[in-house]
């Protein structure tokens, strides 16, 4: 007979114990997009952009702008103060009565011939010499009384677009292990299925700042491009960190150029920077409570619009995109759908499909901050 043991413990019992689990599975791995949900969601772009005549693996949008009210001398030398003729780089913006601005120098266009204008100098202020390549801007137009109409350029409109690309996840669960009762899974079959959609996301949201557009061919996949592929226009430089003048400087190219940016997509790093930028009495005042401290910044307010900080995991930490959300999001050409597949063998199969486009319109309505 075995020894006896009083009293008996959890030592001296060998008889093997029930475990003690949860019967919830936690996912740690982050599956949020916050590009895509402050850009409207999947299909947000499909209000904004007013797209007609139904479905297209290419996405396409017109723009157009009004004509430019700057150009530049091109005379090949300096002209004098009493020069009446002006050659520019493109006189067909210009026409008879326009109010011309150099330096501070104000000249009437009285008549144009091939890219010379010939003006009435010191219309208002004094005249002055000015050096080859100095720009000109025009100011206002004052037409002669009873003059014959005269022709000016018109702008050409332009086609912007991108291409959907198709993203994949293929679920096979064995018949057995499906039939096995488990902790925290009703179903594995149903659990996996469920997985599919959020691992997804995260790959939308990855190509949202990384995508190449690529038109596709029968061996090479369709892909959409990236913010990358149209932001291009106002670039800011920042050296290792980004600064407020950095962000005010981005805003007001956009501003300049007719556009109003209202989000910042922000890396966790990058948001921590900008909140420490702020996060100083001496720019602002902010309510005491008595068992919290520090802040959390949401919206910085610019002289160029107030600008919603969005802070994506996702971001690089090089980058941070300004953009107008009215101007930028996202197509569905095919939901995320699950779909049954044929099984060859003892198991369960299917997959997770869906098809999308990021459409980005007026790149000079936008702004970048870049390294």
Known sequence: ?????????????????????????????????????????????????????GKSTKMEWLEDTHSPLADAINDGSNINNSQVTITVDDASIFQPGHIILCESEQMWVSSISGEVLTVTRAYSGSAATHADNTAITIVGIARLEGDDSDAVAFTDRS???????????????????????????????????????????????????????????????????????????????????????????????????????????????????IKNLYDSSSYLRIERTEDTIGMVIQNVMTPFGELKLVMDRWAPADKVYLLDSERAGFVTYFPFTFEPLAKVGDYERGEVVGEFSLCVKMDKAHAVLTT
């Not at 009293?7 to 019992?13: E, H, L, R, V």
Request: no cysteine.
């Open 1 to 53: 007979m075995a020894p006896l043991d009083s009293p008996i413990t959890s030592y001296s019992d060998t008889t093997p114990q029930k475990r003690v689990i949860t019967d919830v599975i936690d996912l740690i791995d982050p599956t949020d997009a916050p590009g895509v949900e402050a850009l409207g969601g999947l299909d947000g772009a499909s209000s904004k952009f007013r797209f007609v005549n």
């Open 159 to 273: 086609v912007g677009s991108n291409y959907t690309q198709i993203f994949h996840q293929e679920i096979k669960v064995s018949r057995t292990q499906n039939q096995i009762s488990q902790y925290g899974i009703p179903e594995e079959f149903e659990y996996q299925s469920n997985k599919a959609v959020p691992q997804l996301m995260r790959l939308v949201e990855k190509q949202m700042y990384l995508g190449a557009r690529k038109a596709g061919s029968a061996t090479a996949p369709r892909a959409f491009g990236g913010l990358g592929t149209f932001v291009t226009d106002n670039t800011v430089d920042f050296a290792s960190a980004i600064t407020q003048a950095n962000i005010e400087d981005g805003m007001e190219a956009a501003y300049n150029d007719g556009g109003q940016p209202d989000i910042a997509l922000v890396s966790p790093a990058n948001m921590q920077v």
